[in-house]
């Protein structure tokens, strides 16, 4: 698979309308499929959408050759796509007699090389590459080339140990799409572009993109969803972390990067070839340098819990100077559950059961040396302020989400700035409105006449709950972007017979909680 040469992007324009007339988009793969059956290209069960695909028609055809990679007879393909480009340029490929999909035997219910519907002698092709329909955030027609069997499920469990292999969609390239900050900015850099997703996005509101990759072979992929994607091309660099780069900055800098803990690096798209979560902090504390005032740096990444060692605090080390960050842990695995996910998707469970139990042990003295009970998983954006104060903060939240997150991250920021600009005093002089998805529960004994506690909650974002007193209820409550907090503080206080002063004392760390979690907003933004 990575010694095989790749198609040419230079007429791809004939193919993207061929795929488009027939429907072989996200919307039309749905249509197709059905929901259940598309779920289960996720998990890598494909089963369900060749039962659906059994028919005539252009949409089935080209399923059947991109998405699952079986062959076609050559008049189904011709009724398809404009079969001698495609042929030519190297997007599919004749199938010798005897074979069927790549990696299969002949296709099912033939003989040699002819499918069924096949004229006597016709043939088949079959796809060189995989091509998986994306939906852009604004409705576009996307199409993310990788790998042959590496789009479906994605980094779920490829099986895959080839040092040049090329993933396509998986759910971390996914993650990251959705919580990266939209708004229009002059450069844009994919760092580790892999089939070129992110930088696929970038394109839509950067007006230069440079995507870079230790593997070649991933720049050539690239260019191949931009120009299947009829997006502008990109400048494409090869070298690891920012060496490519020089002392370019930029104002967004993104990047899935080979974050796995492991001994040694066996794949290149995935392993990072440091030792420990080395290459994770080494490209975090490299951002900042990189990064124009104002900018920001969004990545995925593991990182260790090491015995004896906060993870918080050895997460805000990694934080380079003239940088906020919000660095969130969405999920913590032991050792013994990491090894096992990583190891089964290297397909290393089917190989001989006595190299496996050695390889898993390799994986266990690794993480005993370096004194490492458990891995996170999470996200970290960096924005450069310079500010003399710089916000940090790190936190876990495993719960549930509403992606995309880039309006929510942008937001959190212009928090921190308000935050960082306002003392208590002035805090008290500001107005302030409850944000418009926000709900409050009551949480008590059936005819109770006073609950025992107030939830505000979030239904949008990062869909946060926080538990607030009489107190804090009443303020948000009342907060409409009318009367400063301290008058209405001092209205509570009143109704309440508390001591005005003593509650205008107390009450600012609850308010700056409030609007840093993003429950309150200041009505003058």
């Known amino acids: 698979m990575s010694t095989t040469s790749l198609p040419s992007p230079d007429r791809a324009a004939p193919l993207r309308a061929a795929l488009l007339a027939a429907g072989f988009t996200a919307d039309g793969l749905l249509d197709l499929l059905g929901a259940p059956a598309y779920a289960a290209l996720a998990r890598a069960e494909t089963v369900p959408a060749v039962r659906a695909t059994r028919g005539d028609g252009p949409l089935a055809t080209l399923t059947r050759l991109f998405l699952l990679q079986h062959a076609v007879p050559v008049s189904a393909a011709a009724a398809a796509l404009p079969l001698e480009d495609a042929l030519a340029d190297g997007w599919l490929e004749r199938v010798p007699a005897g074979a069927g999909a790549v990696g299969d035997g002949p296709v099912e219910g033939t ?295 880039g309006d929510t991250v942008r937001a959190h920021f212009a928090r921190q700035d308000y935050l960082r600009e306002h003392d208590d005093a002035a805090l008290l002089e500001g107005r302030f409105r409850i944000v418009e998805e926000v709900v409050q529960e009551q949480v008590g004994l059936p005819g109770a006449e006073d609950p025992e506690h107030v939830v505000l909650r979030q239904n949008r974002g990062m869909r946060r709950a926080t538990k607030v007193d009489t107190v804090g209820a009443g303020f948000a409550g009342v907060c409409d972007g009318s009367l400063t907090a301290g008058r209405i503080l001092d209205a509570i206080a009143q109704l309440m017979q508390q001591d005005p002063v003593v509650l205008r004392d107390r009450t600012p760390d609850a308010i700056r909680l409030l609007v840093e979690q993003g429950f309150l907003e200041p009505a003058d933004r």
């Open 111 to 405: 003989a040699g090389g002819d499918a069924p519907g096949d004229a006597p002698g016709e043939g088949s092709v079959r796809a060189r590459v995989d091509v998986r329909p994306y939906g852009g955030p604004d409705g576009e027609d996307w199409f993310i080339v990788s790998d042959l069997g590496c789009a479906v499920g994605g980094a779920g469990g490829i099986g895959s140990r080839e040092e040049g292999v090329v993933l396509g969609v998986g759910g971390a390239s996914t993650t990251l799409a959705g919580i990266t900050v939209r708004t229009p900015v002059g450069s844009a850099l994919d760092l580790g572009t892999g089939s070129g997703i992110q930088a696929l996005h970038a394109s839509q509101h950067a007006t230069r993109v440079t995507a870079t990759d230790v593997n070649p072979r991933a720049l050539d992929f690239t260019r191949l969803t931009l120009a299947l994607s009829a997006a502008p091309a990109a400048e494409l660099l090869v070298g690891s972390l920012f060496e490519p780069v020089g002392d370019t900055t930029y104002d967004l800098i993104v990047s899935n990067p080979p974050f796995v803990i492991s001994p040694g690096a066996r794949l290149t798209y995935r392993d990072g070839g440091m030792g420990g979560d080395d290459l994770c902090r080494t490209l975090v504390q490299q951002a900042g340098a990189h990064l124009n005032p104002g900018g920001y740096a969004q990545f995925l990444a593991n990182w260790q819990h090491v015995e004896g060692e906060d993870w918080h605090d050895r997460l805000r080390s990694w934080v380079p100077r003239g940088c906020d960050a919000w660095i969130v842990q969405r999920e913590v695995q032991d050792v013994t559950q990491y090894a096992e996910l990583w190891l089964r998707d290297a397909g290393d469970h089917r190989d001989d059961p006595t190299a496996y139990e050695r390889r898993y042990a390799q994986w266990l003295e690794e993480f005993e040396a370096r004194k490492t009970k458990a891995v996170g998983f999470g996200w970290i954006t960096l924005r450069r302020t310079d500010a003399e104060r710089p916000s940090i903060v790190v936190e876990e939240w495993p719960h549930p989400v509403e992606q995309p997150l």
